[in-house]
C-alpha cells in the first residue's frame, strides 16, 4: 500500500535546525519541534488534514499516546484507520463547536504529560469567534508544551497563535492528481514561514 504522503520536490535542502527534544519528522520532510507549538495552516483539500494525520501516524506507529481536541467533531476514525494510525494510542476529544472547551481540554492534556503529540483542530471556527481568544490563552499552551516536552499543533484555516508559535507550516494545493478518470490525490505544497532556511516543500496526498 503506497504512503498517504509521499514527497515530490524538496525546494530548499537545508532543514531547520531544532534544540532539545528530538522533533518528530514527517514524511514530507519537514520537522515538527516538541516542547514547542506549531501552526499548521491550510484551507480546504489544502493536503493540511493528510499532514495532521501524517504526523498521527507517525507518533502512534513509534508507540506514544497522541490526543486530538477537535473543535467541529471532524475527525473520521475510519480514514485514520485507513492511514495506519493506531486508534488505541489517540484520545479523541469532541467539543462540538466549543472553541472555548476546545482550549480547556487542550490545555489540561498538554499539560498532563504522557502525550508525544497534541493536536488542536480549530478548523471551521468563525475568524469572530477566534478573534475573542485573548492572545494570553497561546501563550499559556505554548507555556504547556515547554514543560511537559509535547508537540503541539494548532491546526486551522488562519494564523492564530502568531508570535507563540516556533514554527508555522502553511499548505496549498496544488494541483489535483488524475488517473485516466479516477482521483488520485493533490499536489501541495507546504512552506515554513518562521524558519530560516527550508523554504518548502511539494508532496503527494494519495487516495487510497
Given at each position: 500500500?503506497p504512503?498517504?504522503?509521499?514527497?515530490?520536490k524538496?525546494?530548499?535542502?537545508?532543514?531547520?535546525?531544532?534544540h532539545?527534544?528530538?522533533?518528530?519528522?514527517?514524511?514530507?520532510?519537514?520537522?515538527?519541534?516538541?516542547?514547542?507549538?506549531?501552526?499548521?495552516?491550510?484551507?480546504?483539500?489544502?493536503?493540511?488534514?493528510?499532514?495532521?494525520?501524517?504526523l498521527?501516524?507517525?507518533?502512534?506507529?513509534?508507540?506514544?499516546?497522541?490526543?486530538?481536541?477537535?473543535?467541529?467533531?471532524?475527525?473520521?476514525?475510519?480514514?485514520?484507520?485507513?492511514?495506519?494510525?493506531?486508534?488505541?494510542r489517540?484520545?479523541?476529544?469532541?467539543?462540538?463547536?466549543?472553541?472555548?472547551?476546545?482550549?480547556?481540554?487542550?490545555?489540561?492534556?498538554?499539560?498532563?504529560?504522557?502525550?508525544?503529540?497534541?493536536?488542536?483542530?480549530?478548523?471551521g471556527?468563525?475568524?469572530?469567534?477566534?478573534?475573542?481568544?485573548?492572545?494570553?490563552?497561546?501563550?499559556?499552551?505554548?507555556?504547556?508544551?515547554?514543560?511537559?516536552?509535547a508537540?503541539?499543533?494548532?491546526?486551522?484555516?488562519?494564523?492564530?497563535?502568531g508570535?507563540?508559535?516556533?514554527?508555522?507550516?502553511?499548505?496549498?494545493?496544488?494541483?489535483?492528481?488524475?488517473?485516466?478518470?479516477?482521483?488520485?490525490?493533490?499536489?501541495?505544497?507546504?512552506?515554513?514561514?518562521k524558519?530560516?532556511?527550508?523554504?518548502?516543500?511539494?508532496?503527494?496526498?494519495?487516495?487510497?
Amino acid at each position: 500500500m503506497p504512503p498517504a504522503l509521499a514527497l515530490a520536490k524538496t525546494f530548499s535542502a537545508t532543514a531547520p535546525s531544532t534544540h532539545g527534544p528530538a522533533p518528530i519528522s514527517t514524511s514530507i520532510g519537514i520537522d515538527v519541534p516538541r516542547a514547542a507549538l506549531t501552526e499548521l495552516i491550510g484551507g480546504v483539500s489544502s493536503g493540511r488534514t493528510g499532514v495532521m494525520l501524517a504526523l498521527l501516524r507517525q507518533v502512534t506507529g513509534q508507540g506514544e499516546f497522541c490526543a486530538l481536541v477537535d473543535v467541529q467533531d471532524t475527525f473520521d476514525p475510519v480514514t485514520a484507520a485507513a492511514a495506519e494510525i493506531e486508534l488505541g494510542r489517540l484520545l479523541w476529544v469532541r467539543c462540538g463547536g466549543n472553541v472555548d472547551h476546545a482550549l480547556k481540554a487542550a490545555d489540561l492534556l498538554v499539560r498532563a504529560g504522557g502525550f508525544g503529540l497534541v493536536v488542536l483542530d480549530i478548523s471551521g471556527a468563525s475568524a469572530t469567534t477566534m478573534r475573542r481568544i485573548p492572545v494570553a490563552s497561546w501563550f499559556r499552551l505554548r507555556h504547556g508544551a515547554e514543560h511537559s516536552g509535547a508537540a503541539l499543533v494548532v491546526t486551522g484555516e488562519r494564523i492564530e497563535a502568531g508570535s507563540c508559535a516556533k514554527l508555522q507550516l502553511g499548505v496549498s494545493r496544488k494541483e489535483i492528481l488524475w488517473s485516466a478518470k479516477l482521483l488520485r490525490g493533490i499536489r501541495s505544497i507546504a512552506e515554513l514561514t518562521k524558519w530560516r532556511g527550508r523554504e518548502g516543500v511539494c508532496f503527494d496526498s494519495r487516495s487510497r
